[in-house]
C-alpha cells in the first residue's frame, strides 16, 4: 500500500531509526542513575586465567608446573590440526620455573626453553619420587625449608632470596649450568613409561617458533644429522646467510664510499653514514634469521649472538662517530667558518669528546649484553683510563694543550709569532701538535705541552708595525745638509699612506766609528707581514731619493788611512792659537754666544716638538 504524505508519510525504515534513536537518548538519560548490578559477572577461575604465572610456590608446584606444561607441548605437538606455534607458550611458562638471574636478558628466553626441555629429558629417563613426597607449601611453612633435592641427582629447586622473584622456588643456576653435561650423561638410558620423548631433539631441528615433532622427517637423514647440537641443515643454512649478509654488506659500505668518494667535497661521507646504518639493519635482520627462523640452540646460538652484538655495536660505534663528525662539520659550513680556524677545532675537539663518551655508553650497553655485569666493564674502563693516561701522559699533556691555545686564543692560523727559539707563521693547530712555517720554508711541529708553558710573542696582533733602522752619513757631510735631511725624511714619512702619522722619531743619534749615524724610528699601519716589507720598502727607497737630491752621502764601514807627512811635503802644523782666543771660541758656543745652535740651525724640527 502506498504510504500517503503527511503526518504518517515516513517510510518503513525511518520510522525503525527514529525508534533506536529514543531508546538510545532514553538510555543515555538512564544511565547515570542506573543502579549497579547485585550480582557482577564473576571472575575467571584462577585456574584457566591465561595470565596466571606457573605455581613456584614451593617444590611441589614448581616440578609440577614445569611437567604440566612440557606434557601439555607434547600433546600439541602430536596433534596435527595444532600449528607449531601453540606450543611457545606452555614452554615459556615451563621457562618460568628456572632461575635465569645470572643469564643475560637477550639470551634468557632461548637458554630458559632449552634449559627446561633438557631437564624434561633427563627427569623422562632417571625418573621422580612420588608427588607426594616432594614438600609442598605446608611442608615449606612447617620446616622452614629453602630447598629440596630430586633423590639421586644433583637437580636442586630452591627458595630465590632476593631480585624481583624473591620467595619463589626455582630450579638453581647451578643445576642450569649442570644439564648439559648430564644429559650428555643419561641420552643413553631409555625413556620411562610416563615420558614425552623427542621434545627437545624437535626443538632444536625445527625451525621458527615453537616446535614440530614431524617436521624433520620431511628432510633426508643426512640433514637432521647433529653436530655440536645443531642439524646439518640448521649449519648449512647459517653459513649461506653469514655469507650472503657479508657480500652485501660489503658491496653496501663500497657503494656508500664510491658515492663519498665523487662528491667535490670529499669530507662529506653522507653515503658511508647511509651504508652502516644500512649494514645495521642487515645485521638485525641476519640475527633474528639465525635466531628465530634457522633457530640455532645452545651454546652455538649464544656465540653466534655474542658475536653479531660485537660486529653491530662496532658498526654503532663507526656509525656514531661519523655522524657526530659531519654535524661538527656541517655546522662550520652554515657558520661560514674558517676550516682550520680556532672555532672549527674547538667545535671538532667539543663533538669529538661527544663520539667518545657515545661510544663508552655503547661500550658499556653492548657488555651488558652479552653478559659482562656494567659495574665491571666500568671499573674496567676506569682502570683501562688509569692506564692510558699513566701510558699516555705526553699525548694528554698535549691534548690539554690544544684546549688551552683554542681557550684562550694566543694566535691564530697566519699569525707570526716569535716562541722560544721557534718563529714563523702558523700553518696548523692541531690536538697534538702546532705547525709553524718558518722563514726558511721548513715546517715545525712544536708540542702543544711546550706551547702552553712557552712565552709567545704573537707578530700577527700587532695593530702597527715598527720599523726601526740607522743611516750613517760620512763626516764631511755639512750640519746643514744634515738638518735638511732629516726634515726631508719627516716628509716622507707624512706623504705615506701607511705609516702612523704620531709617534715617528728622526734624529741623529750618535756620532759612529764610520760616520753621523741617523736613528729612524716610525709605525707601519699594515694588516700583514707581505704588507710591511712593501710600505718599508717604499719609505727607505724614498730617502734615497732625498740622499741624492740633498747631495747627502752615506758612509760606509771603511777605514781611512790619513799620511801625516813625507819626504816631499813634511808635515806642516796648524798654526797656534793663543789661549784667550780658544777660550773666546769655546764661550761663543756656550748661552749667548754668537756660534751657538742649541736648537739645530733651523731646518729641522724634531716630530715631538711640533704642535
Excluded: C
Excluded at 538510545?24 to 547515570?32: C, D, E, F, R, S
Excluded at 575467571?44 to 613456584?56: G, H, K, Q, V
Excluded at 760616520?515 to 727607505?540: K, N
Aim: proline share 7%.
Amino acid at each position: 500500500m502506498e504510504a500517503r504524505p503527511g503526518i504518517t508519510g515516513r517510510a518503513p525504515s525511518t520510522r525503525w531509526r527514529s525508534t533506536l534513536g529514543l531508546i538510545a537518548l532514553l538510555g543515555l538519560v538512564w544511565l547515570p542513575v542506573a543502579p549497579v548490578p547485585a550480582n557482577p559477572p564473576a571472575a575467571i577461575a584462577s585456574a584457566a586465567n591465561p595470565l596466571r604465572p606457573p605455581d613456584t610456590s614451593s617444590p611441589r608446584a614448581t616440578l609440577q608446573s614445569l611437567l604440566t606444561n612440557l606434557e601439555r607441548v607434547h600433546a600439541i605437538a602430536l596433534d596435527p590440526a595444532r600449528p607449531r606455534n601453540d606450543t611457545l607458550v606452555p614452554l615459556q611458562r615451563a621457562a618460568r620455573t628456572l632461575n635465569l638471574s645470572e643469564i643475560p636478558e637477550r639470551l634468557a628466553a632461548n637458554i630458559g626453553i632449552e634449559r627446561a626441555l633438557l631437564l624434561k629429558e633427563i627427569i623422562d629417563r632417571v625418573g621422580l619420587p612420588a608427588l607426594a613426597e616432594v614438600p609442598d607449601a605446608r611442608s615449606v611453612e612447617r620446616h622452614d625449608l629453602t630447598r629440596w633435592r630430586i633423590p639421586n641427582t644433583e637437580i636442586i629447586i630452591a627458595r630465590v632470596e632476593s631480585g624481583p622473584r624473591a620467595g619463589e622456588f626455582l630450579f638453581t643456576p647451578g643445576t642450569l649450568d649442570r644439564l648439559e653435561d648430564d644429559y650428555d650423561r643419561v641420552a643413553a638410558l631409555p625413556y620411562l613409561p610416563e615420558a614425552t620423548p623427542g621434545l627437545y631433539d624437535a626443538y632444536i631441528s625445527t625451525p621458527g617458533r615453537g616446535l614440530s615433532l614431524d617436521w624433520g622427517r620431511t628432510l633426508p637423514d643426512w640433514l637432521t644429522r647433529q653436530w655440536l647440537g645443531q642439524t646439518l641443515w640448521q649449519w648449512l643454512a647459517t653459513g649461506v646467510a653469514l655469507g650472503l649478509g657479508a657480500l652485501l654488506a660489503s658491496a653496501l659500505l663500497r657503494a656508500g664510499r664510491r658515492a663519498d668518494q665523487r662528491r667535490t667535497d670529499t669530507s662529506r661521507r653522507g653515503g658511508t653514514i647511509l651504508a652502516l646504518g644500512a649494514v645495521a639493519l642487515l645485521l638485525q635482520g641476519l640475527e633474528y634469521l639465525i635466531d628465530v627462523q634457522i633457530n640455532l640452540t645452545g651454546a652455538v646460538v649464544i656465540t653466534v649472538k655474542q658475536g653479531f652484538v660485537l660486529v653491530l655495536y662496532t658498526v654503532l660505534a663507526w656509525l656514531v662517530a661519523l655522524l657526530l663528525n659531519q654535524t661538527a662539520e656541517a655546522i662550520i659550513r652554515s657558520r661560514r667558518l674558517r676550516p682550520r680556524g680556532i672555532d672549527s677545532q674547538l667545535l671538532r675537539l667539543g663533538f669529538r669528546l661527544l663520539s667518545i663518551i657515545a661510544i663508552a655508553a655503547l661500550v658499556i650497553d653492548g657488555a651488558q649484553r652479552i653478559g659482562l655485569p656494567a659495574y665491571s666493564v666500568i671499573t674496567g674502563l676506569g682502570v683501562g683510563g688509569l692506564a692510558v693516561a699513566l701510558a699516555a701522559r705526553e699525548t694528554l699533556a698535549n691534548l690539554f694543550g690544544s684546549l688551552a691555545i683554542m681557550f684562550d686564543h694566543p694566535f691564530r692560523i697566519g699569525d707570526w709569532i716569535k716562541m722560544g727559539n721557534y718563529e714563523g707563521t702558523v700553518e696548523d693547530i692541531g690536538f697534538r701538535s702546532t705547525r709553524i712555517r718558518t722563514f726558511y720554508d721548513s715546517v715545525l711541529a712544536v708540542p702543544n705541552a711546550y706551547t702552553m708553558n712557552a712565552t709567545i710573542d704573537n707578530m700577527g696582533k700587532r695593530d702597527h708595525r715598527r720599523v726601526y733602522t740607522t743611516i750613517d752619513l760620512r763626516y764631511d757631510t755639512p750640519p746643514e745638509r744634515v738638518e735638511a735631511f732629516l726634515e726631508g725624511i719627516k716628509g716622507v714619512i707624512r706623504a705615506n699612506p701607511a705609516t702612523r702619522k704620531d709617534g715617528f722619531h728622526v734624529v741623529v743619534s750618535d756620532l759612529g766609528a764610520h760616520g753621523i749615524t741617523v736613528m729612524l724610528y716610525f709605525f707601519l699601519t699594515v694588516p700583514d707581514w707581505a704588507t710591511e716589507l712593501v710600505e718599508r720598502q717604499r719609505v727607505l727607497l724614498e730617502v734615497v731619493r732625498l740622499a741624492e737630491q740633498l747631495g747627502v752621502a752615506f758612509a760606509f764601514p771603511t777605514q781611512t788611512l790619513e799620511i801625516d807627512a813625507t819626504p816631499e811635503q813634511p808635515h806642516a802644523p796648524a798654526p797656534p792659537l793663543p789661549a784667550e782666543q780658544l777660550v773666546e771660541i769655546a764661550r761663543d758656543f756656550g748661552p749667548g754666544g754668537r756660534q751657538g745652535r742649541p736648537r739645530g740651525l733651523g731646518l729641522h724640527t724634531p716630530p715631538h716638538e711640533e704642535t
